[in-house]
């Protein structure tokens, strides 16, 4: 049977760093693979042993045709990682709810399914929220996510209008913290801790993505942090092959942002012997 690897990304993001660093490090271990994008039609999935999630960062944008995709890759032989179920289950930020019953400490989490601003006002003020964080349940990237004030949320009908399209709404309690600290990234590979890095918005902003001129830099966490990140990921997923841990400071605790099990940028450019690690991790799924 073929040993190739798809390295898999998305049409618009073909290039992204990542999967030429993933590419690379494959080949260090005698391994062939090929950047392939889940919305190209033309691909023959059939010709891989293995398949990995890199990029595939427009899944939020064509969710049915994703899970269509995913149910097509299921009926194959190949191996998918990570896999389908845990691809499925990560889809949609509902799963904070699932992660907060089983005992994970997260960012306050409210969904909506309707726009009625009376109603969603309600709620929020019975939470005793002021300052809040408005997205999709299903996005990445910061898509259509802005702030606002529970005060002036009749200004934000047309956003929930707009989400409401393609998605649930989730609403957050602005934090802080995350302007005064940032947000900390835990990388795991094959469940191992491989990296940690602290990323800070830019001045006046709340966004810790690179497109919005964050910094980012390599830390050494506290014991107690890998601990909570651990934690999360074990009970998100108790085996994945590559996970990232997003989680924000809120006094002496850390709350889980995201578990990022789909496609999260590994952040391999702070610890490049993590290539290494992810392409020796692959290797070994093709040999089990």
Known sequence: MSQLVGIVTSLEFAHAAENQMLKEALEHQGIASSIVSWDDASVDWTSFALINLRSAWNYHLHTNAFMRWLDHVDQL???????????????????????????VPIVPSAFFTDSNINLIETDLKQRGWKNI??????????YKTVTASVETLSDCQQIFDEILKTSEILIQPFLTSVQETGEYSFVFIDNALTHTVLKTPKQDDFRTQSEFDSSSKLIDPTDAQIKQAR????????????????????????????????DP???????????????KAIAKKLKA
């Open 231 to 262: 934690h999360a990921l074990m009970v998100s997923c108790n085996h994945t092959l590559y996970a990232r841990i997003d989680m924000i400071p809120d006094e002496d605790t850390l709350l889980l942002s995201e578990s990022e099990l789909i």
């Open 265 to 279: 940028e590994l952040l391999m450019k702070f610890n490049p012997d993590s290539r290494e690690t992810l392409a």
């Open 77 to 103: 032989s190949c191996q998918v990682w990570n896999d389908t179920k845990t691809l499925r289950a990560n889809i949609t930020k509902r799963y904070l709810q699932t992660l907060e019953r089983q005992g």
């Open 133 to 142: 964080v408005i997205k999709p349940a299903i996005s990445a990237s910061a």
